[in-house]
C-alpha cells in the first residue's frame, strides 16, 4: 500500500483546527554574522518556539534546491517527485485562466534586456501590476496567434504573467525559455522529447518570443519576457479524499493560490497585505478545519538581497500571530517551504526552520525561532512531507496502523 492509501485508510473527521503558517523562503545564512531571523525582533515567535516542539525540514531531498511548487507539495504531504507539477499551471490556476485538453500553459517574467539580447533584469524592475496589464494589452493586440496556435496572455502581480498556448499537436516536453540569471542571453526553448508535437511547440514559443521582442521595443524596462514551467493540466488527488481535511487557503500571491487549488483546497479572497490575510482567516474560521495562510515577501526581499526589508516582515508576521493564536488552534505549524538567503538572493538547499504547538508535543529545549535552534529541535532534520502527518496526528486525525 502506498503512502497516499495509508492516509486515505487512516484519515479521520473531526471538528479540531490546524493552522500552516508558511512564510515563504524564511530560512537564510548570516549576514554580518546573523541571519534575518536571528536579527529580527519576535517576541511571539520566539515565546511559542519555547513552547513548541521544534526542529528542521527538508523539501525535497538534501542538497536539492527547491523550486516553490514542490516545496508546496511537500507541505501539503504530496510527494514532490512524484508530483513535479510545472509552474505554468500554477500561476494559471491562481490567476484563475481555465486550462483544457490541447491547451499549454507557461509563466512568464517581463525582463529587460540591452542591445545584445543579454538579460539585465530578470524581473524588469518588479514593475506595477498597472504597467503588466498595458504591456499584456499591446502584446495581446499585436500576437494573436502563430502558424494555427491561438495565443492568450493574461496578467499576473508586478512583472508576472502567463501566456496559454491552444492546438490539438502541443507538448509541455520543452524546456525553460529563461536563463535564470542576470548576465546571459536571452533563452529561447528546447525539446526535451524528440517528437513533433515536442518540436512544433518549442518552434511556436521561439516565434512568439521573438515577435514580442519587436513589440515591446519601446518599453523599457521590460523589453522583453522569459518563459517557465511549461505544463498541461495535471492529475492529483485532493486533500479531502486523502486527508479527509476541509482545506483553505489564504494566500494572494497567483502560484500559491494555483498550488493550494490543484490539492482541492478553497481557494479564499484576500486583500494584497498581511493584515488583510489575517481578517481572512477570522472570517472564514467557522467555515473551515485547514487553514494555509502564506507570507510571501520573506522569500521577495530574500530573493532581491534586501536583509533589511525581509527582517521587516518576519516582525510584522511576529506582531499578527497573537491574533492567530487568539482564535485557538488545535494545531499550528510555522515553517518556509524553502530557504532563501539574501547572501544568495535566491532559493537554497538549507533546512527550514520549524515549530509545531499542539495540546499534545513533547517540548524540547529550543527557547527561540531561528536556523540554529530549530537545529536543537525534538524533531531532529526531517522530510517537508512529514509536517502534515504531524498535524494530524496532533489534532486525533488518524486512526491507529494495523492491529
Known amino acids: 500500500m502506498d503512502r497516499e492509501k495509508i492516509f486515505e485508510e487512516l484519515s479521520i473527521r473531526n471538528e479540531k483546527k490546524i493552522v500552516l503558517l508558511i512564510m515563504d523562503g524564511v530560512g ?40 516553490s511548487g514542490p516545496a508546496h507539495f511537500s507541505l501539503f504531504g504530496y510527494d514532490p517527485i512524484k508530483y513535479n507539477v510545472g509552474r505554468g499551471i500554477l500561476e494559471a490556476l491562481g490567476i484563475d485562466v481555465d486550462v483544457h485538453e490541447h491547451e499549454v500553459v507557461a509563466r512568464g517574467n517581463f525582463c529587460t534586456i540591452d542591445r545584445e539580447g543579454i538579460v539585465t533584469d530578470r ?29 492568450s496572455l493574461y496578467s499576473g502581480k508586478e512583472h508576472r504573467f502567463v501566456i496559454k ?38 518552434n511556436i514559443v521561439t516565434k512568439f518570443m521573438k515577435k514580442a521582442i519587436v513589440v515591446l521595443k519601446d518599453s523599457h524596462p521590460a523589453n522583453a519576457l522569459l518563459l517557465r ?15 479527509k481535511l476541509n482545506p483553505a487557503a489564504i494566500a494572494n500571491y497567483p502560484m500559491y493560490r494555483g498550488l493550494a487549488k490543484l490539492v482541492g483546497m478553497n481557494v479564499l479572497e484576500v486583500g494584497p ?22 507570507i510571501k515577501k520573506t522569500d521577495s526581499y530574500g530573493e532581491d538581497g534586501n536583509f533589511e526589508n525581509k527582517v521587516k516582515i518576519i516582525e510584522k508576521v ?32 538549507h533546512p527550514n526552520p520549524f515549530l509545531l504547538y499542539s495540546p499534545y508535543i513533547i517540548k524540547d529545549e529550543v527557547k527561540v525561532f531561528t536556523e540554529k535552534e530549530c537545529a536543537k529541535g525534538i524533531y531532529g532534520t526531517f522530510p517537508a512531507t512529514d509536517i502534515l502527518p504531524l498535524l494530524l496526528a496532533n489534532t486525533l486525525k488518524l486512526k491507529k496502523y494495523g492491529a
Open 123 to 151: 524581473r524588469a524592475g518588479r514593475i506595477p501590476t498597472e504597467k503588466n496589464q498595458e504591456i499584456i494589452k499591446l502584446l495581446s493586440e499585436n500576437i494573436k496567434e502563430i502558424d494555427g496556435v491561438k495565443i
Open 318 to 349: 511576529d506582531q499578527i500571530l497573537p491574533e492567530i493564536l487568539s482564535l485557538n488552534p488545535d494545531a499550528i505549524a510555522i515553517t518556509g517551504d524553502h530557504s532563501t538567503p539574501c547572501k544568495i538572493s535566491g532559493h537554497s538547499w
Open 28 to 67: 537564510g545564512l548570516p549576514l554580518n554574522g546573523k541571519t534575518a531571523l536571528e536579527a529580527a525582533k519576535k517576541p511571539n515567535l520566539d515565546a511559542l518556539a519555547e513552547k513548541s516542539s521544534c526542529g528542521r525540514t527538508i523539501p525535497v531531498l538534501t542538497g536539492i534546491t527547491p523550486g
Open 165 to 202: 498556448l491552444k492546438h490539438p499537436e502541443l507538448s509541455d516536453k520543452i524546456s525553460d525559455a529563461d536563463p535564470q540569471k542576470e548576465g546571459l542571453p536571452i533563452k529561447f526553448p528546447e525539446p526535451l522529447e524528440n517528437n513533433e508535437n515536442a518540436e512544433f511547440t518549442a
Open 229 to 243: 514551467g511549461f505544463s498541461e493540466y495535471p492529475m492529483i488527488p485532493p486533500m479531502q479524499k486523502i486527508f
Open 273 to 294: 497585505e498581511i493584515d488583510d490575510e489575517i481578517i481572512t482567516l477570522k472570517k472564514e474560521w467557522n467555515n473551515y478545519d485547514f487553514f494555509y495562510i502564506h
